[in-house]
């Protein structure tokens, strides 16, 4: 029994001596602390390492971005154009159509033709003087364009000088994309007209083309091309249907004046029958023009002879008033005068107006 209580005893007091001595010994404990404080400290290091590394990636990301920006900055400025872009510009009339008087209109197909100086060429021609119905492209290289348009058109037509008249018919063309970012030039080797090009009822005299420049400010201006199209009335048929017959009428009446006193009476109703179909000829040579504000050459000249009609008028009206007095010397003096007088009012008469006096 004891022995038992002796083993025992001696076993608790192996157990008890670790404990103690680590109890008092405070360096351990220390040394276990500063361990677990340790892990916790290697791991925050990790932490920061990696929170460097993203940073200095989303630094790179960022860098490279602005790089690409710099770079497309780049070459969007040595895309943009550093002036003006010099076209020269042709066009090639081959159809004229459907030309009205009154209104000034027609219609016009031509190609045209663009060569650039340099890049961008993207040209986007418009007509000023009407409204574009058709465009195919025929050429479409870098610096050259080619283009057949069909358009219809209208222009200033003056009549003054109908039937002598002379109009150009102008097709006005400007950049509608960029009007002030382009500068056009004549291209004479490309501008020309269609030989078998025809108007019916008019003669193609000639074209003429020039580059026309507008200034906005100081800085910006537009250019328009101008082309244009000269027209006349075929001079034979001008005179054959317009002048011709009223000299006809003309020579009718200067006939007349061959007639003596005694026939006064005739003369006088043939002298009014042909001022009355002078009349109605000139109502209907004129019935085709719009209505204007002013005198054609045509009117002028109608004018004139109804002028010279008027004098024969006078004259037998005159003798006839004297043949019924009886009063043979001054008809006889009226007859003599007639002969005279009406010859050269109408002399006078179409001097003046053919030489531009009236």
């Known amino acids: ?126 007509v000023v003087n009407g409204k574009i119905t058709g465009k195919e492209k025929l050429i479409d290289d870098k610096l050259v364009k080619e283009l057949k348009v069909k358009a219809e058109l209208s222009g200033l037509v003056d009549l003054t000088q109908f039937p002598f008249d002379e109009h150009i018919l102008p097709i006005q063309i400007i950049d509608k994309a960029n009007p002030t970012g382009i500068v056009y030039e004549l291209d004479r080797e490309e501008t020309k007209i269609d030989e078998d090009i025809k108007l019916a009822g008019w ?66 109703s043939t002298a009014t029958g042909g001022l009355m179909s002078v009349v109605m000829f000139h109502l209907g040579a004129t019935s085709s023009l719009p209505p204007m504000g002013y005198l054609t050459l045509l009117d002028k000249f109608m004018i004139a002879m109804y002028l010279v009609y008027l004098t024969n008028i006078a004259f037998s009206v005159a003798m006839v008033r004297f043949e019924e007095k009886k009063d043979e010397i001054k008809s006889e003096l009226a007859y003599l005068a007639a002969a005279g007088a009406v010859p050269g009012v109408a002399l006078i008469a179409m001097v003046a107006v053919f030489m531009r006096i009236i």
Not at 66 to 93: N, T, Y
Not at 244 to 265: E, H
Request: with cysteine; net charge negative.
């Open 1 to 126: 029994m004891r022995s038992i209580l002796a083993f025992l005893t001696l076993f608790l007091a192996l157990l008890s001596v670790p404990a103690t001595s680590w109890a008092n010994n405070p360096h351990a404990k220390d040394k276990g602390d500063a361990d677990d404080k340790a892990e916790p400290a290697k791991g925050e290091e990790k932490d920061d390492k990696a929170h460097h590394a993203a940073a200095k990636g989303d630094g790179d990301a960022d860098a490279e971005e602005g790089k690409d920006k710099e770079k497309d900055k780049d070459e969007k400025k040595d895309a943009e154009p550093k002036g003006p872009v010099k076209m020269h510009v042709g066009v090639e009339l081959t159809n004229l159509s459907k030309f009205e008087i009154g209104p000034g209109t027609y219609i016009a197909e031509f190609y045209l033709r663009i060569r650039c100086d340099s890049e961008p060429c993207k040209p986007d021609p418009d």
């Open 203 to 268: 003669t193609l005299d000639s074209w003429i083309a020039d580059v026309e420049t507008s200034k906005i400010d100081a800085t910006r201006s537009i250019s328009e091309f101008q082309y244009g199209v000269k027209i006349k009335r075929p001079l034979v048929s001008a005179i054959c249907k317009s002048f011709v017959p009223v000299m006809f009428m003309i020579f009718v009446a200067g006939f007349t004046l061959l007639l003596k006193p005694k026939s006064a009476a005739g003369r006088l």
